[in-house]
């Protein structure tokens, strides 16, 4: 029983909330203005547009002025230095050697993602990706993840969603797929992401030990398939 695995990609399949945080200082500073980076990375955790929001709010600031400041600054950010979490690439290796397929739905521009997908030599590891550069509504919309699907027609019932953020929870839920929650260093709590997701994880190698067992559980259930 193969496993079809959609990934949401910054702060999930990549580190990239300290290189966004060191950007979005940069940014801030250029303007006059200092924020920790620890701030931040929190304020980014929810979304970028969040975290524009409420750092232009604070210092009167022209919203617009400062995303393209940030975006500037993120694109000049090295991709080497955004790696994929620990134990990400061996989910999804062993999601290939078992039968199924990797794809990506980000928010993130192809021109985001392709420059991570090849400095960390990830590009054979997917099938395909949906970006923000493709018209579909934003997560937690479930359009990108179900057209995704229809596409490569994916049984929903074998589609994991995995995501560092409650939106993306949500996305999977609408689609009608499982969904995992990626807590990375942060501690746990009881949230209404949590609630609803089918597994929250704080690294990969839980999720590998999951796929494994429900690999088992549903070959027993088919007899063996």
């Known amino acids: 029983m193969a496993w079809y695995l959609i990934w949401d990609a910054g702060g999930t399949l990549f580190n990239t909330y300290p290189a966004a945080a060191s950007a979005l200082q940069q940014a ?85 993602l392709e420059p991570l997908l090849k400095a960390h030599h990830l590009e054979e590891l997917f099938v395909d990706w949906i970006t923000g550069d493709d018209p579909y509504p934003r997560k937690p919309d479930p359009g990108a993840l179900l057209a995704m699907a229809i596409r490569h027609r994916l049984p929903l019932a074998r589609c994991l969603v995995i995501g560092d953020r409650e939106l993306d929870v949500v996305a999977a839920r609408r689609a009608g797929m499982a969904a995992c929650l990626f807590r990375g260093n942060r501690s746990q709590g009881e949230d209404d992401a949590e609630q609803i997701a089918d597994l929250t994880i704080s690294h990969y190698h839980e999720l590998l030990t999951w796929l494994e067992e429900h690999t088992r559980t549903k070959s027993r259930a088919f007899g063996g398939a």
Not at 40 to 48: A, G, I
Not at 80 to 100: K, M, S, T
Request: proline share 5%; glycine share 8%; net charge negative.
């Open 28 to 112: 801030l500073r250029e303007l006059g203005y200092e924020v920790s980076h620890q701030e931040l990375t929190s304020l980014l955790r929810h979304t970028t547009a969040y975290a524009l929001q409420r750092v232009a709010g604070r210092f009167t600031l022209d919203e617009g002025e400062l995303r393209v400041r940030f975006a500037e600054a993120y694109a000049l950010m090295d991709p080497v230095e955004q790696p994929p979490f620990p134990g990400a690439v061996d989910v999804c290796r062993w999601v290939c050697d078992h039968g199924g397929a990797n794809f990506i739905v980000t928010h993130r521009s192809w021109s985001l």
